[in-house]
């Protein structure tokens, strides 16, 4: 290896340049253009490039991490044993952002934290480097009026109504990964208000993986393809995740989250949504509280099961961006009820013992109940991908007057990242020009010229104070709708690289929500652990997971240990006494069923669809969407078949109707259609039973009459939990529907 010195290096380059200089006297006065005297004719004999000028210099001949060019094939590779900046300055610190005391706001002159984020940001052009998998919506939102006390923005004010647009997305994938893989989905809502645009930028859990945005970039290169084969996709069951999670404790109560039901949503509409943070809110007589904002959809928390999940990733990769669509074209608008906890503003910003400058807890309800104050609905789908759902741009610093931003080292740190990934996703300073990011409010900036500028401003004074234009525009008073920061007092404070002691405790909230799950909620958590840390490939990951988990429940860690085959560790610090907090589970509760989908099966004669229409009409009137799924495609008696046997599969179905008990097809052909394999019965088509098994698997609803009953019987499913039977198809689905209320029959599995 070239063990010489860069500065070596350059000195023989300069060095062997003079020697070759044509013209060697040293010139009288400077400013000689170049090395090589010119001659008095035009050169006709070919030459190299001239050397340069004794005087001047080049950059070393170095590779970009400091190895002098010429080195082995790692001189490109990463150097050193210490951490440091991309200029080689060592580091002490890079979990913590340079702030003004423990508490206080992130400092602007942290370059280690700008570079860091900075270079996050620009990784990836154009696609965003998370949450690049996304659908989006528009709608409106309408206040209740209920947080007139609590805060001055008009958009909340009684039946005040304010277009939106809402972008849904998975944090991990690509722009081309599937929909319905285990990951935190992001809820991001654009709120066109009269006072300028405010985005709440959240995701459908309400805490997060770090509690310091410098570590953002950690996280997420954690969680993401490895580096070097650029697998797994879309998914966090790989080593480079869990060795993240179980070093770095305070992602714990995220990961918990990700492996619940939580991770595989069955649809945006059954989605709920966080804002994540602590906000501020003033109201007009200058008070101040502080709160956390949640998303409740009409439709209820929902989740798919695993199987489901891995069979839509390869059925239906786009099974929720085309739900999302789907209901919105049949007029089943997606709906929420926005609603905020709120906590007194007190200078040590806690509630209950709980740090709420702190992302990676939560407030249970059952302390501080979520007081609605508005409705969002999804009602048009975009009419342009690209123009719209890609080119969205959010930030978190876009607030209206009365809503305000805390100390969250996290948020901070979002404040910034934000604007300085859309300058290079979107090209420059005004992407906010962009139609779908356009304020619906007058907008006087002063700015000016940029890439992609559409504005034509007028005037010839784009400064303040000015004469020339009049004094055009002039600033605005709290009392003409100025936006003004809430005076808080930020305490005087060493600058340090810390965190408040309170953000040490990273398993109380795990142990809490584990402790809040029915038990098929604790079997699917278990599960998922299983199956990831069985991807992973080193040993040693598995066992520094698992002494996690016996921080957080001893049966949890059991339970996981035995599925991996390995010992169970004990814990090493004592186990938090908490209380269960009901609200955190998705079981136990009844929803609408508005925009579920009902399979209704029949055969090749048109006596199979008798009484199937009525049956349909009946299911479009409550709400619901009807998919009728026959054996062939076409017309069979009045009915159009929009699924046949070979093309359907039970994912696509919130429950299952049987109308006959359809023979094998002509088509059911294990050489052509596998799923065709699925049973030997002589009498029914193997594909219709496969369908009822997976539905009963999946504690869907079923129901049948007439000739679909032996369907039942021969898929072993009869007069079973969620399985009915009756003398009509619309009497089936009158019996059904209570059953769809809970989403699940997991009572079929005695949970």
């Known amino acids: 290896m070239n063990s010489r010195k860069p500065t070596e290096v350059v000195k023989d380059v300069v060095e062997a340049a003079a020697a070759k200089v044509t013209d060697a006297a ?7 253009p170049g090395s090589v005297t010119p001659s008095l004719r035009e050169p006709t004999t070919p030459a190299g490039p001239p050397p340069p000028s004794p005087e001047q210099g080049t950059p070393a001949p170095v590779t970009p991490t400091g190895v002098p060019a010429g080195g082995p094939a790692t001189a490109n590779a990463q150097q050193g044993d210490y951490l440091t900046t991309s200029y080689g300055a060592r580091l002490p610190d890079t979990d913590h952002s340079l702030k003004a005391g423990p508490r206080g706001p992130i400092l602007l002159q942290d370059q280690h934290f700008r570079e860091k984020i900075t270079h996050f940001d620009h990784e990836r052009i154009p696609e965003r480097v998370v949450h690049a998998r996304g659908a989006g919506a528009h709608g409106y939102f309408v206040g209740y009026g209920t947080a007139d006390r609590l805060c001055q923005a008009k958009f909340l004010g009684k039946d005040v109504r304010t277009d939106v647009f809402v972008r849904f997305s998975t944090v991990l994938g690509s722009r081309g990964s599937a929909d319905t ?41 954690a969680a993401k393809p490895h580096p070097d084969r650029e697998i797994p996709q879309a998914q966090s069951a790989h080593d480079t995740f869990w060795d993240f999670v179980s070093l770095h404790t305070e992602a714990q ?14 649809s945006f509409r059954m989605m709920e949504g966080f804002g994540v943070h602590t906000f501020r809110m003033i109201n007009r007589a200058g008070e101040t509280v502080l709160v956390k904002f949640h998303w409740k959809p009409k439709l209820g928390v929902h989740s798919l099961t695993w199987e489901e999940a891995q069979l839509l990733g390869g059925i239906d990769p786009d099974f929720h961006r085309r739900d999302l669509y789907d209901a919105i074209e049949s007029g089943a608008y997606p709906e929420w009820e926005l609603g905020v906890q709120v906590f007194p503003d007190t200078p040590e910003e806690t509630f209950a013992g709980i740090d709420l400058l702190d992302p990676t807890k939560i407030v249970p309800e059952e302390l501080a109940a979520v007081q609605p104050v508005g409705r969002l609905v999804l009602d048009r789908t975009p009419t342009n991908f690209f123009a719209e759902v890609e080119q969205v741009a959010f930030h978190l610093g876009q607030l209206p007057p009365g809503i305000d931003v805390t100390n969250d080292p996290l948020l ?54 000015n ?79 698992l002494l996690s988990l016996a921080n957080i429940d001893p049966v949890l860690c059991e339970l996981v240990a035995t599925g991996l085959g390995l010992p169970a560790p004990e814990a090493t610090v004592p186990l938090a006494e908490v209380t269960p907090s009901p609200a955190l589970s998705q079981v136990g509760r009844e929803w609408p069923a508005d925009g579920r989908v009902i399979g209704i099966v029949i055969g090749p004669e048109p006596a199979d669809a008798e009484g199937v229409e009525g049956l349909r009409g009946a299911v479009l009137a409550a709400g619901m969407v009807p998919l009728v799924i026959g054996p062939r495609g076409g017309v069979i008696g009045d009915l159009t078949v929009q699924r046949t046997f070979a093309g359907a599969r039970s994912v696509e179905f919130d429950a299952l109707l049987l109308a006959a008990a359809p023979a094998p097809g002509p088509d059911a052909l294990p050489s052509r259609d596998a799923k065709a394999g699925a049973s030997d019965s002589p009498t029914v088509d193997p594909r219709v039973l496969l369908m009822v098994e997976e539905c009963w698997r999946h504690a869907k609803a079923l129901g049948a009459w007439g000739r679909g009953v032996e369907v039942l019987r021969q898929a072993g499913v009869a007069e079973t939990a969620g399985v009915v039977t009756a003398e009509s198809g619309t009497a089936a689905l009158e019996s059904l529907q209570p ?3 809970t989403h699940r029959v997991w009572e079929r599995f005695g949970s």
């Open 739 to 741: 059953l769809l209320a």
């Open 412 to 465: 901070q740190g979002r404040l910034f990242s934000y604007v300085d990934t859309q300058l290079t996703r979107l090209a420059g300073p005004n992407f906010n020009q962009i139609p779908i990011n356009r304020p619906h409010a007058p907008v006087n900036d002063m700015l000016r010229d940029g890439f992609h500028q559409s504005a034509v401003h007028g005037g010839v004074a784009p400064y303040r104070p």
């Open 181 to 221: 893989v285990r990951d935190t989905r992001g809820f991001a809502t654009k709120f066109y208000t009269d006072e300028g645009t405010f985005d709440l930028v959240g995701n459908n859990m309400p805490v997060f993986f770090i509690q310091d945005a410098i570590k953002f970039p950690d996280v997420i290169h």
């Open 26 to 32: 040293t010139p009288d006065v400077p400013g000689k």
């Open 253 to 266: 109560h995220h990961t918990m989250w990700n492996m619940s039901d939580r991770g595989i949503p069955r």
């Open 467 to 545: 004469s020339l234009d009049g004094g055009n525009p002039f600033t605005a008073t709290a009392e003409e709708g100025a936006f003004v920061e809430a005076p808080v007092v930020v305490a005087e404070a060493p600058k340090v690289r810390a965190n408040p002691a309170s953000f040490d405790d990273h398993y109380s909230q795990v142990r809490l929500f584990w402790l809040s799950m029915s038990p098929v909620e604790r079997e699917h958590i278990v599960n998922a652990y299983t199956f990831e840390l069985s991807r992973c490939y080193h040993q040693e990951i598995r066992e520094r997971q």
